[in-house]
């Protein structure tokens, strides 16, 4: 299988603090990539580089073979088709759901191309199909900020999807959620990795057993280790540093 | 749908008034009305930039001045028969500066007045959005423009006519500016800028483009990673506002007859942002009201008890900051949603009578 992603000897250091210490990592074209460790492994450091929050500050995230990422602004991250799912709701509150998935959804974003802007049939249909698919519909029109914590997860998610991402990155989705959203979940994010490639941060072993293809672990600002769920089980150091402690 | 109606409703109103008033107010009082919609034009653009964006300038004097200093060369030339403008006479200058040559074309007066204030917002604008510059920062920045421009306008005494500002026109295009049917017709013409601009604005904000200056006041950030680079629309909207202010200034200097750096320095620029908080920051027509009601109220006040405006100004704002924050038209909306709560009530009320009986 292809990478989409590689991730060549990347160094994050918080001024003395060195939370990355030259991960190497490659996601695979179609995946869904799970990525565990305990508490202030990296995960999330790790995302905010390849999205660009967070500067790294040696190394190099090179995507599709031929991009390099860190030489980006986080916006041309974003058309290059690598999204980020954020681990707090950062779903726009005063807007609608409907308002919401309209300005994320995959278009030219410039100034001038947006002050022109006319919604078409076409993108209507879109963005009400994919309402009903995060079951966000009959909420289309009220505010966003009424909308319960799993609603504005999954308006969140919808907002990742409608911009046709090709590698979409997931922090902690399922944090906070119910068993049966959790599920739910799971299930649209099977479906996602139909189109596009995933990486996903879970601390949930449950979850990350059921959906994940393989699994990198993450430790102290390194990969530990990586395979399938049931490799990752049995590995000794792996048990040591994380599995042992969360079950 | 009924929303819908109801907002037009409210500019219905709004500019029926503002058309039908001059038959009902004296001469002088038609005049401070006129001053005031010049001042609600402003406030439309801060309501587009303040509460909309989230971009709080505290420097649009200087737009408005500089507006209103590009139409009162303009005046000023016209009202000077030997070429040179009065003040330039008593320095001793002999030859018209380089500057003031080309205003004696009205069109580049009244372009310059709208594209200069907005030119130098897009230049400011630029350089501070783009270094991520926002929030607090930005509005010192804002008030640093201020000080800097208004000490320039009274040190260039012998270009800009000093602290005295520039003032004694006559005509314009040759028509005496005094003549009541020149006042009428100018009165008119802000009536119908003023709603060019509010349909504009309102417009603006019901489009995607719209949408994103909302987003970019909740989360500037998170749209960065929707794929989006805030800068451009950002200095768009704040040279927009700063156009309207000049614009503002235009018809300011005609019908008010006087412009000088006092006018466009910290404390008008201060109270610009009031008028809209006032009025209602997140409504184009909030906004533009509260900038008539504001000053209505300051003129009465300042008439009568001089020494109360300031304290009552203060005041006024703190109310509103602590349980308004909405403005004036929030708090429409409030007893609006307060009187439709009983009437759905009496609904219910109606509707189990109806089930008994
Ligand atoms: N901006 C920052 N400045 C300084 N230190 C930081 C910063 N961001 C993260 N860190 C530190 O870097 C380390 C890695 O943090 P990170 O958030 O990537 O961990 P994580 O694997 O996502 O953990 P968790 O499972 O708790 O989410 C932590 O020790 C954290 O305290
Ligand atoms: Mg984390």
Partial sequence: ?247 | MIKKYRQGAYYGIFFLFLSVAPFFLTDFRAGLLAKFLCYGIIAVGISLLWGYTGILSLGHGVFFGLGAYCMAMYLKLEASPSGIPDFMEWNGITELPFIWTMFKNPVFAIAAAVLVPSLIAAFIGYVTFKNRIKGVFFSIISQAVVVVTVTLFIGAQQITGGTSGLTNFFTVFQVPLTDSGTKTILYYVTVFTLFLIMALSFGLTKTRFGKILIAIRDGENRLRFLGYNPTGYKVFIYALSAAFAGLAGVLFVLQVGIISPEMMGIIPSVEMVLWAAIGGRFSILGAAAGAILTNSAKSYLSESYPEFWTIFLGALFLVVVLYLPNGLAGLVEKVKLRFAKKEKKEEVKHAGDSLVS
């Fill in chain 1, 1 to 247: 299988m292809q990478e989409i992603l590689s991730c060549r000897n990347v160094m994050v250091d918080f001024s003395g603090f060195k939370a990355l210490q030259g991960v190497n990592l490659d996601v695979k074209k179609g995946e869904i990539l799970f990525l565990i460790g305990p508490n202030g492994a990296g995960k999330t450091t790790l995302l905010d580089v390849i999205c660009k929050k967070t500067k790294l500050t040696a190394g190099t995230v090179l995507f599709d073979g031929k991009i390099s990422l860190e030489k980006l602004p986080e916006y041309k991250i974003v058309h290059e088709g690598v999204v980020r799912k954020f681990q707090a709701p950062s779903i726009f509150i005063h807007l609608t759901p409907f308002e919401n998935l309209e300005i994320a959804m995959k278009q030219k974003k410039g100034l001038f191309s947006i002050l022109l802007a006319k919604m078409s049939r076409l993108e209507k249909e879109k963005i009400d199909s994919l309402l009903n698919k995060i079951g966000l519909f009959d909420v289309r029109n009220e505010t966003a900020s009424s909308l319960s914590h799993g609603q504005k997860q999954w308006l969140e998610i919808g907002m990742q999807l409608i911009q046709e991402p090709k590698l979409l990155l997931l922090d902690e989705p399922i944090a906070g959620m119910s068993g049966l959203e959790r599920t739910k979940t799971g299930e649209l994010m099977q479906e996602i990795s139909q189109i596009c490639t995933v990486l996903v941060v879970e601390h949930d072993m449950d979850f990350v057993r059921k959906y994940s293809t393989r699994v990198i672990v993450m430790h102290e600002g390194k990969v530990l280790s990586e395979g399938t769920m049931q490799e990752i089980q049995e590995n000794e150091e792996v048990k040591n540093v994380y599995l042992g402690r969360s079950g």
